[in-house]
């Protein structure tokens, strides 16, 4: 569910047209809907409700500050994978003991910020970086909070790229072998190990492979338990899926009712980090048809001013955007492919689509895009990075400025002995 919906004909973000945002700010954008984000992030944290646990929002799902800002206005926490994350979420204005740390090769000065910073849990994946946490814990004379991402050898059936809990995968450490890790982390000094956590990928549309991560992680629990290692968290991670197309995956509440009927452990905090569900179908990507063209009887092409470095998922994983026109017309639907203005072949958002016969100068919405959009987006073929909007009821705020061309040369140094003039030929 989300509020992007037509009024006579016309798209509207709440009670925004989305024309208007485009006519003032330009195409494209980002545009979020406000009542959306809250929604979503408020079905999801409400269906563990009734049990002691941490919402933390991941991050590289959409990192702008005002959503971050939004998610720790409602007692949210944040997952980062990286020291540029912290910095954003303690700009933002999150608690750091809502914060927890995952990712397969954090640096040695992402983990010291991190500990300056106080997180809450650094969810440690080799036993290299626990470490090397532990080595830096004790240099600032610190004991860091570890969890160890196990790998529970699940298949989320997902798309391979977003799968990540296989044993093939390069995350975590194989949860048969995690109890001697575990017997050592816990015998290091400086690290306080406290947590369990897991990541067996994104976009699941089936709650089973979730209660088998999470029974196995309970195992796991009373194995170290009988072993004198208490655990306090147990971090499920994230992953629940979005209706791109025709999906169904199950509502945060099917899913939490499922998760919660198996934990039995009173004591530990669950701790969840969803990103796709909570921002992916509150925002859309707005862009305006360029050209159109055809190269062959049966091929067309719609071309418009957003591309493949704006929102990479299609070209990355052949992922699915609904495209909607943000005016409707009457007209019967063509099959075109709706393509971006870079050199590369890959620069496509929909191939061979039923769509409208859209004209230049139209404005075309690509739907779901609020998650893994501008997070991901790029400078490629020095195209700035685009604006992102957020809409609030009858009125609309620009979260992140267009960037300018003087924003694409930011830092670049021409040295001196390339300023001496022209080489003469
Ligand atoms: C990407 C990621 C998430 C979020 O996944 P979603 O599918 O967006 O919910 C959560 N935890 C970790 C460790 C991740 O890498």
Known sequence: MHHFNYRDEELYCEDVPVRTIAEEVGTPFYLYSHATLLKHFRAFDGAFGDIRHLTCFSMKSNSNLAIIRLFAREGGGVDI???????RALRAGVDPKKIVYSGVGKRAEDLEYALESDILMFNAESEQEIGLLNDLAGKLGKKAPVAIRVNPDIDPQTHPYISTGLRENK?????????EEYTTAAGLS??????????IGSQLTQVAPFVEAMKKLLELIGRLKEAGVEIRYLDLGGGLGIT??????PHPEEYGRAIK??????????????????AGNAGILVTRVLYTKSTSEDKRFVIVDAAMNDLMRPSLYGAYHGIQPVSLGGKESIKADIVGPICESGDFFAKDRDVKPFEPGELMALMSAGAYGFSMSSNYNSRPRVAEVMVRG???????????????IRGEVIPDFLKEGRKAL
């Open 261 to 278: 009927e198996h934990l039995n452990t009173g004591d530990v905090t669950l701790i969840l980090e969803p990103g796709r569900v909570i």
């Open 81 to 87: 994978v990286s020291g540029g994350e912290l910095f």
């Open 244 to 249: 791109y197309d025709r999906e169904q995956p």
């Open 190 to 199: 400086h690290l306080r190990v406290n947590g369990v956590s897991c990541h």
């Open 394 to 408: 009858d009125r609309y705020y620009v979260i992140r400025a267009r960037e300018t061309y003087e924003d694409l």
């Open 171 to 179: 995350f975590g450490i194989d949860i048969n072998r995690s109890l």
